[in-house]
């Protein structure tokens, strides 16, 4: 019988579930299994892209996608969903409506559903209460069509079930990792004078902004497989950059991550290829990308490059055992001048600008979740020992990625970020204290959210 163990943390509002204690053992008579599955999830024309932020779809570019794998085990009940898709964002009730479906259709718990966004831009964005909000104060503005959304998770839920027919053995975990050159770069960079800036976005033309020094990332790219013997079954390749080269036209796509993701695709049919954004809410690809257009193929080529180099030189090694630990953190909202309730609710009803009524909604629905004393925010981890897979919520800065990989500098840990997003970004007390630009407007969580995600960090990596 699978055993529980649930520690809680009051001062910090921290909890930890050991959801299974062992996933797995390499025996003939109860082999792990591993099936994978993709859906298309592209979003009908005149859909929301990034939540009413910028022009609604007019022209798919490039097909959005769902992949992922379900991995299992015949002694087990519960198996694991690991999910990536290609919208910006999932929030709030959306994101335990999804990953409930996932969980019914896999025959496991909310829990064990590890959804993470990639964040392109010209996706969607589901927000199901701020939908709600907009629609009851007038419908001026839009985050999302909860039709689409509904009809997307059925389909999701059941390529899942339909998986099952094709279920393999799940014998051997495969890491390798490259450096990705002349894509990633941190928002901030120093001025002429010594101050910040924190003005480096995803398209950047500021000739000074392009010549100042990479910042604080995570230079490589992380490729988690799994094999059936000397099979490959799928490949999970992580890395943290904003993922857009331009966007705010109405084109939907899948943008360089996904071009990237494509070619490996086609080089290795037999392997599904799954991209996931790592935490990358202050690191875009500024500092090489001027936002012309040709300059997406370029960006897509050199990541494209790093996941074969990390694919290629992969070491597999024989699985044995696996532990998902749930950790539930409560992280508390935000609530400086232009953020309380009442002020969310006098600029959803009054602000003349559409997406400034979407922010207002996403951050009251943010709110009316957060003082739901039972909402806490899931940190799962999904430990094999030699290699781990963290999921964080929203648009966490890379250092609490680099944070991750410090604890076990031994272990290949991967991190992904956009799990729970309706946080928005999610920075650390030196970002707040030097005043970080973009906090202006997507940022709901409080100031001091930083020592709780380390200690979320901390119990979930914990060996």
């Known amino acids: 019988m699978m055993t529980r163990r649930l520690f809680q943390f009051l001062a910090s509002g921290l909890s930890i579930s050991h959801l299974s204690k062992s996933l797995a053992s390499p025996n003939i008579s109860s082999p792990w299994q591993i099936s994978t599955f993709k859906v298309d999830v592209t979003c009908p024309i005149g859909h929301p892209c990034m939540g009413g932020g910028i022009s609604n779809a007019k022209v798919v570019v490039d097909p959005l996608e769902c992949r992922g794998v379900v991995i299992k ?120 004078d010594g101050k910040p800036s924190f003005s480096r976005t995803s398209a950047t033309r500021d000739e000074y902004a392009r010549s100042q020094p990479e910042g604080t990332i995570d230079p490589y790219l992380k490729t988690l497989s799994f094999w059936n013997q000397e099979k490959p079954v799928a490949a999970f390749s992580f890395y943290s950059v904003h993922p857009m080269s331009y966007y705010g036209q109405g084109e939907v796509s899948w943008d360089f991550p996904g071009m990237a993701r494509d070619a490996r695709q086609k080089a290795t049919p037999d392997c599904l290829q799954v991209y996931v954004s790592g935490c990358s809410g202050n690191v875009t690809a500024g500092k090489y990308n001027d936002g012309s257009r040709k300059n997406r193929q370029t960006l897509a080529n050199r990541l494209e490059s790093a996941m074969k180099e990390a694919f290629e030189t992969t070491k597999r090694v024989p699985l044995k055992s696996s532990v998902l630990r749930d950790v539930k953190v409560r992280i508390e909202p935000r609530t400086s001048v232009g953020f309380s309730r009442k002020e969310l609710t006098d600029k959803l009803k009054n602000d003349p600008n559409p997406f400034h009524k979407c922010l207002a909604a996403m951050g009251l629905s943010w709110l009316r979740r957060e003082e739901n004393p039972n909402h806490i925010v899931d940190v ?13 919520p929203g648009e966490s800065y890379v250092e609490f990625q680099l944070y991750a990989q410090s604890i076990r500098p031994k272990d290949f840990i991967c991190v992904a970020g956009y799990g729970e997003s309706a946080t928005g970004y999610v920075p650390t007390d030196k970002a707040v204290q030097e005043n970080d630009t973009n906090l202006g407007d997507w940022c709901w969580v409080a100031p001091d959210s930083e020592s709780r995600l380390k200690l979320a960090i901390r119990a979930g990596l914990r060996q």
Request: aromatic share 8%; charged share 20%; glycine share 6%.
């Open 380 to 392: 799962p981890c999904l430990d094999f020992g030699f290699a781990a897979l963290l999921l964080m």
């Open 73 to 192: 085990n015949g002694d087990l009940k519960m198996p694991v969903v690991i999910a990536s898709i290609d919208w910006c964002e999932i929030r709030n009730e959306a994101y335990d409506q999804f990953r409930d479906a996932l969980a019914k259709a896999a025959n496991t718990s909310r829990e064990y559903v590890i959804l993470t966004a990639i964040h392109q831009h010209d996706t969607p964005i589901a927000d199901l209460y701020a939908e709600e909000l907009l629609v009851k104060n007038g419908g001026i503005g839009s985050i999302c069509m909860p039709d689409f959304f509904q009809k997307t998770i059925e389909k999701v839920a059941a390529a899942i079930k339909q998986s099952e027919m094709q279920c393999q053995n799940l014998t051997h975990i495969g890491t390798g990792q490259a450096q990705v050159k002349g894509v990633a770069s941190n928002r901030r960079f120093i001025l002429p």
